[in-house]
């Protein structure tokens, strides 16, 4: 009998954000699948999983290059798919973590289409998982949307000059991985003057979580990676 | 010593969605508190979190009416704020159970705004939770934004005809609570022509969990109160 495919979502970083059922996933696979850029010396995903792993596990590395070149990618997601549909059916049974949510900007559900369109046999299990934004609201106790507000979540290689639009719809707006164009996203901020309606947080809920809100300070440096800022344009929240 | 607060989302129905974090709080606390609405027989977040405790809590019930009339809504939460912070002062912990996220669309962020207000001593501490949407998400194996694409949370009580401008910026549309105005958000989605680009779900992750990719056939009935759509203009994922 084939293994299953679980795509576990582990959260922002704290270990206790995960979900009980995540970490009973994690505990029962024989293998753990985890995302590993040329750049990274360590996984962010398996630093967080790390903590909770009871009894040997095979540990198993896929290459994700951090490129958006279509073609590389599609290269190295069918690589990955391979290696796990190896261990799938030998009868294993594979875990894949990933930060955050597994359905949102997640190498994940690449994978998962891959996976199936190799074999549509293998049973597919994806647990979702604490997302930074939300993690963040509730760090600074910041409500993300109340009553009849919307909220808009934007990744960060969209061009910030489309921001101003999403500003004039969403009161309340959260910029994921900011770090790339940074001052450009300060420039659109100031200039639609919500500047002061706007907090930076990188690495919520460990030990390293920093939280700025005045962001003209950080004009000219570069945010880590896992940074995100959050607008919220109503209210008196920050 | 005063006691200490906690808000906890936990999560969108399976008991198994709560984090690490929340269960572990969950049975460390004196006292849970719930919203209650005078038309449900039980209290939702409740019956997700029952079969986790463990050993004797005191339970409690405050009254949150299914109203938009602001000054009952401001007296009930002053009233609900009232009781929490008299447990508090006696020296109790106390945690407020919400379903889905603690920091979106939930009585949660009023309550502490007002327990903050009344007693700026008391320290909270916020869990976000699994939300609705990435639960539905991780159950269809959809994924609710990948790469540069947006992604919008649109609550139920707005109005509907305010849709297309949504649905023009943003691939990726989360329509939260939709029953009371699912037959006009069915004419907008067909108007606009996204009707086979969008699923409705209703109590994703139990066992009463209820998915149509074919709207049109509910056309006329009202779905559940805990039911959303997901809309994906983008892609070969519905």
Do not use: I, R, V, W
């Given at each position: 009998m084939k293994g299953k495919f679980f795509g576990l979502g582990v959260g922002p970083g704290d270990p206790e954000l995960l979900t009980l059922k995540a970490y009973r996933i994690l505990n029962e696979v024989d293998v753990i699948c985890m995302p590993k850029s040329r750049l990274e010396r360590e996984c962010v995903a398996y630093n967080i999983v790390r903590p909770l792993l009871r009894g040997e596990k095979e540990i198993v590395e896929l290459y994700m290059p951090m490129t958006r070149d279509a073609e590389i990618l599609e290269q190295e997601w069918q690589k990955g798919a391979a290696t796990i549909l190896a261990f799938l059916r030998r009868g294993l049974d594979v875990a894949f973590i990933t930060i955050?949510?597994?359905?949102?900007?997640?190498?994940y559900s690449y994978l998962m289409a891959k996976i199936k369109a190799l074999d549509e046999e293998i049973e597919i299990t994806t647990v979702p998982g604490i997302t930074s934004f939300a993690a963040t609201a509730a760090a600074l106790n910041i409500p993300l949307a109340e009553g009849e507000e919307r909220l808009a979540i934007v990744p960060s290689i969209e061009n910030p000059q489309k921001l101003p639009e999403v500003l004039a719809q969403f009161p309340n707006v959260v910029l994921m991985k900011v770090a790339p164009n940074f001052n450009e996203i300060l420039d659109v901020l100031e200039a639609e003057k919500v500047q002061d309606k706007a907090v930076l947080v990188s690495h919520c809920s460990t030990p390293r979580q920093q939280c700025e809100y005045d962001l003209e300070r950080l004009r000219g440096s570069k945010p880590d990676y896992l940074s995100l800022i959050l607008v919220k344009q109503q209210g008196r929240w920050l």
């Open positions: 955050g949510d597994a359905m949102l900007y997640s190498t």
